[in-house]
């Protein structure tokens, strides 16, 4: 039976601003991306969404990004590799020790926003995460967008990876992400996002926002916890998978 990972970006809430449906949306997901502090969240935010997903057995992951509140981590920010890397093994460390103090521990880690598609282009950038991730605890599995430079580095520093694809996203010919600021990048239309899933799991293929198709790998399929239709999407995706003979579990048993 194909196997597929099911992931959302959530823990996004900040003091009194709530943002997503994270006690919803974990019911439907088996990894979490669970933001650190910078770009989002906070630090009983993050210990309540450690706790959320480990009640719901969903896996734990870490989801650093650029310090920039302001923009939700979605601004383009210029870095070094080494600010870069410094940067992830901060916010690694934080959500690694909040998740130890709850009984759990922290099994991936995915980028955030701009650092995220910054480093699925630029291969410096790539080495620099994937390097902060494999100096700090070598058996977490590093998440990058679908055969990016992120997949390549990590491969190459010796960490296990999961190609992601994105439900809710379009995709340019070259297999990036369209840019959040033109029209279309974010896909509205829940049964077409359903559809695309199955269509990227089962053949491997998508196609992008000009109508080329783009061949990828899928070993997790991201659906955004600020989607405002998030959950429904969520379980819409996980019933088709089902329907056509695709188990939904975990990067760990997608990956062997």
């Known amino acids: 039976?194909?196997?597929?990972?099911?992931?959302?970006?959530?823990?996004e809430s900040m003091g009194v601003?709530?943002?997503?449906l994270d006690e919803e949306i974990v019911k439907h997901i088996s990894s979490a991306?669970?933001?650190?502090g910078w770009h989002a969240g906070d630090p009983l935010v993050m210990e309540k969404t450690?706790?959320?997903?480990?009640?719901?057995s969903v896996k734990i992951g870490a989801h650093p990004g650029f310090m920039d509140m302001m923009g939700f981590g979605r601004r383009n920010i210029s870095?070094?590799?080494?600010?870069?890397?410094?940067y992830v093994k901060y916010q690694l460390g934080a959500i690694m020790g909040i998740a130890a103090s709850r009984g759990a521990k922290v099994e991936h880690l995915k980028a955030h926003g701009s650092m995220y598609n910054l480093a699925a282009r630029d291969i410096e950038l790539a080495m620099a995460l994937a390097e902060a991730v494999y100096e700090v605890d070598k058996g977490?599995?590093?998440?990058g967008l679908s055969n990016s430079e992120i997949i390549t580095a990590g491969k190459r520093v010796g960490l296990k990876v999961a190609n992601e694809v994105f439900a809710d996203r379009s995709y340019n010919r070259d297999g990036t992400l369209v840019d959040r600021s033109v029209l279309g990048a974010v896909i509205e239309d829940e049964s077409?996002?359903?559809e695309r899933v199955v269509g990227m799991v089962k053949d491997g293929k998508v196609r992008s926002i000009d109508g080329y198709e783009v061949e990828i790998a899928a070993d997790t399929v991201c659906v955004h916890g600020d989607n405002r239709k998030a959950v429904e999407l969520?379980?819409?995706i996980g019933e088709a998978l089902k329907c056509s003979g695709i188990s939904v579990v975990s990067m760990s048993e997608v990956l062997g």
């Open 79 to 86: 870095v070094s590799p080494k600010e870069l890397k410094s």
């Open 33 to 36: 991306n669970i933001a650190c």
């Open 50 to 56: 450690v706790d959320i997903s480990r009640d719901h």
């Open 140 to 143: 977490i599995i590093l998440v």
């Open 192 to 194: 077409f996002a359903i």
């Open 17 to 20: 601003y709530k943002v997503g």
């Open 234 to 236: 969520a379980r819409g």
């Open 1 to 11: 039976m194909k196997k597929i990972d099911l992931n959302s970006d959530i823990g």
